[in-house]
């Protein structure tokens, strides 16, 4: 039996002997929800608005009792990997099950890392005693095992309740395909039956300015994607300091919103003609815009960052490609993201641009992926898509399970969801709105701060995003879902 790692009793569990799940254990499709401001939230009972069940009337028995048993390698302690570990228990499997993650926390929640996280540890850092050294290493750890509480999916004890092996803290660095044997960091090696890839994405550092080789980090120059990440950006966000966020999508736009609500003077520098990065039109960008705006921050669009000045082994300054220089405490780099699959190198897989999986989200004989790694051909467009938010990742995690069991062979098919919060601002976005051939506010308006924009691609209503409206959105979203017509969808829900 190969060790498990045990970085503490809530982050980490040491092997356990095997446990059947108890009646009534959670999945995280179940747990987690992502509503709006204005009332409920988008997704009932778990599901996303699209469907992916399988048909029961094809199981073969014989596979689906043998599959029960199987071994099962969950590389990414991801809220991909959980949910397809909790979702394989829920639906019967009992062999072993092991969910491997390279960093020292069990499974956490991504998405707050940009929004209500930065605003505690902020907050926690504002309040702590003058005499404290906030660089200690017993207040480092502090800080992040209070973090990880405030965003944690499972804890240990959770995941030992569900007879799942973790090891945490040692990455995978390899995968032999056709043997199913996953190689870790610490020299180790795991054989399954089944493997699932949920390695996720990594922060992407700022193009062009590489840093020099056996050169220390610049202080004060952060990224945004892990739990570290946040803590350690948090911990410079005070009032009056001075940050530049490098990046005008979802996680740039968010962080710069909790930094000018605390205080700070903004900078936000985006390369783009807009805000946001996912073709959501000019009434939404111009609206987010203009939030930002209301609240002191300097907005530069269409510039880039021809060089940061440090001094003393710091930050100092960010000068634009225009020859403006902005002095900074702090800078974000928030200029995207690329797949975590350099560990794949020599498998043999498909790693363009994530890992590239059939519509079932097989990617080989006995090896699946799931979340914001897989890439895969969606049903409802005939084109590889790769999503990269929480939903999606859950949703997949869930449909890789019932892959394993048998419980179907069917493609995945769940449409796109996510959420962002700037400011007081909720917005919610379903479908595809990228490379949309129209954008229509189809209920109230961006100047009262709650509206509903719908989009067309060709024929095909192919998006829907609410501001503050998610009920005026619901029959959108159900017509989006249900795969109506742009004209079918207008002329029986347009006002």
Same mark, same amino acid.
């Given at each position: 039996?190969?060790?498990? &790692?045990?970085?503490?009793?809530?982050?980490?569990? *040491?092997?356990?002997?095997?446990?059947?799940?108890?009646?009534?254990?959670?999945?995280?499709?179940?747990?987690?929800?992502?509503?709006?401001?204005?009332?409920?939230?988008?997704?009932?009972?778990?599901?996303?608005?699209?469907?992916?069940? %399988?048909?029961?009337?094809?199981?073969? +028995?014989?596979?689906?009792?043998?599959?029960?048993?199987?071994?099962?390698?969950?590389?990414? $302690?991801?809220?991909?990997?959980?949910?397809?570990?909790?979702?394989?228990?829920?639906?019967?499997?009992?062999?072993?099950?092991?969910?491997?993650?390279?960093?020292?926390?069990?499974?956490?929640?991504?998405?707050?890392?940009?929004?209500?996280?930065?605003?505690?540890?902020?907050?926690?850092?504002?309040?702590?005693?003058? %005499?404290?050294?906030?660089? &200690?290493?017993?207040?480092?750890?502090?800080?992040?095992?209070?973090?990880?509480?405030?965003?944690?999916?499972?804890?240990?004890?959770?995941?030992?309740?569900?007879?799942?092996?973790?090891?945490?803290? *040692?990455?995978?660095?390899?995968?032999?395909?056709?043997?199913?044997?996953?190689?870790?960091?610490?020299?180790?090696?795991?054989?399954?039956?089944?493997?699932?890839?949920?390695?996720?994405?990594?922060?992407?550092?700022?193009?062009?300015?590489?840093?020099?080789?056996?050169?220390?980090?610049?202080?004060? @120059?952060?990224?945004?994607?892990?739990?570290?990440?946040?803590?350690?950006?948090?911990?410079?966000?005070?009032?009056?300091?001075?940050? @530049?966020?490098?990046?005008?999508?979802?996680?740039? &736009?968010? $962080?710069?919103?909790?930094?000018?609500?605390?205080?700070?003077?903004?900078?936000?520098?985006?390369?783009?003609?807009?805000?946001?990065?996912?073709?959501?039109?000019? *009434? @939404?960008?111009?609206?987010?815009?203009?939030?930002?705006?209301?609240?002191?921050?300097?907005?530069?669009?269409?510039?880039?960052?021809?060089?940061?000045?440090?001094?003393?082994?710091?930050?100092?300054?960010?000068?634009?490609?225009?020859?403006?220089?902005?002095?900074?405490?702090?800078?974000?780099?928030? @200029?995207?993201?690329?797949?975590?699959?350099?560990?794949?190198?020599?498998?043999?897989?498909?790693? +363009?641009?994530?890992?590239?999986?059939?519509?079932?989200?097989?990617?080989?004989?006995?090896?699946? $992926?799931?979340?914001?790694?897989?890439?895969?051909?969606?049903?409802?467009?005939?084109?590889?898509?790769?999503?990269?938010?929480?939903?999606?990742?859950?949703?997949?995690?869930?449909?890789?399970?019932?892959?394993?069991?048998?419980?179907?062979?069917?493609?995945?098919?769940?449409?796109?969801?996510?959420? *962002?919060?700037?400011?007081?601002?909720?917005?919610?976005?379903?479908?595809?709105?990228?490379?949309?051939?129209?954008?229509?506010?189809?209920?109230?308006?961006?100047?009262?701060?709650?509206?509903?924009?719908?989009?067309?691609?060709?024929?095909?209503?192919?998006?829907?995003?609410?501001?503050?409206?998610?009920?005026?959105?619901?029959?959108?979203?159900?017509?989006?879902?249900?795969?109506?017509?742009?004209?079918?969808?207008?002329?029986?829900?347009?006002?």
């Amino acid at each position: 039996m190969p060790r498990t &790692s045990d970085p503490g009793r809530e982050r980490g569990v *040491s092997t356990p002997a095997h446990r059947a799940p108890q009646d009534g254990t959670t999945t995280a499709a179940a747990s987690h929800r992502e509503g709006g401001r204005d009332g409920d939230g988008p997704r009932e009972n778990g599901r996303s608005d699209g469907r992916h069940g %399988g048909d029961l009337r094809s199981v073969d +028995s014989s596979a689906c009792s043998e599959a029960t048993q199987s071994r099962v390698v969950v590389v990414g $302690a991801s809220a991909a990997g959980l949910s397809t570990v909790e979702a394989l228990r829920q639906q019967g499997h009992r062999g072993p099950v092991t969910l491997v993650g390279a960093e020292p926390w069990a499974p956490y929640d991504r998405p707050p890392l940009s929004k209500h996280l930065l605003t505690l540890v902020a907050t926690a850092q504002g309040a702590r005693h003058p %005499g404290t050294d906030a660089d &200690s290493p017993s207040a480092r750890t502090k800080s992040l095992d209070g973090a990880w509480k405030q965003v944690r999916l499972r804890s240990g004890e959770e995941l030992t309740e569900l007879g799942v092996q973790v090891r945490l803290g *040692s990455p995978a660095v390899g995968l032999e395909v056709a043997a199913r044997r996953v190689h870790l960091a610490d020299g180790e090696h795991l054989d399954a039956d089944h493997v699932v890839i949920a390695t996720g994405v990594a922060a992407c550092g700022l193009p062009g300015t590489p840093q020099r080789p056996g050169t220390p980090p610049l202080r004060g @120059v952060h990224r945004l994607r892990t739990l570290e990440d946040a803590v350690e950006l948090g911990a410079q966000l005070r009032q009056g300091a001075r940050l @530049v966020v490098v990046g005008g999508g979802l996680v740039g &736009s968010e $962080a710069a919103a909790v930094a000018a609500t605390l205080g700070m003077q903004v900078h936000l520098v985006h390369r783009g003609e807009q805000l946001l990065g996912h073709g959501l039109g000019a *009434s @939404v960008t111009d609206f987010v815009r203009r939030l930002h705006l209301e609240h002191g921050v300097d907005v530069r669009l269409r510039t880039a960052v021809a060089n940061i000045e440090a001094h003393a082994g710091g930050v100092r300054a960010v000068v634009l490609s225009d020859g403006t220089r902005l002095p900074a405490d702090a800078v974000l780099m928030a @200029v995207g993201s690329r797949p975590v699959v350099d560990w794949l190198s020599g498998s043999g897989l498909d790693l +363009s641009d994530g890992v590239s999986c059939d519509a079932t989200l097989s990617a080989a004989e006995g090896v699946y $992926a799931a979340g914001d790694v897989c890439r895969w051909p969606h049903p409802r467009t005939g084109r590889p898509a790769r999503v990269e938010h929480r939903a999606n990742a859950t949703e997949q995690g869930i449909h890789v399970a019932g892959r394993i069991l048998g419980l179907h062979a069917d493609p995945f098919a769940a449409l796109p969801y996510y959420w *962002s919060e700037q400011y007081a601002a909720s917005l919610q976005v379903h479908g595809w709105p990228q490379g949309h051939d129209e954008a229509e506010v189809v209920h109230g308006s961006p100047e009262e701060r709650r509206f509903v924009v719908a989009y067309r691609q060709g024929p095909r209503l192919t998006a829907v995003l609410a501001v503050r409206s998610v009920k005026a959105a619901r029959p959108w979203r159900a017509a989006l879902a249900d795969g109506a017509s742009w004209h079918q969808a207008y002329g029986e829900l347009a006002a």
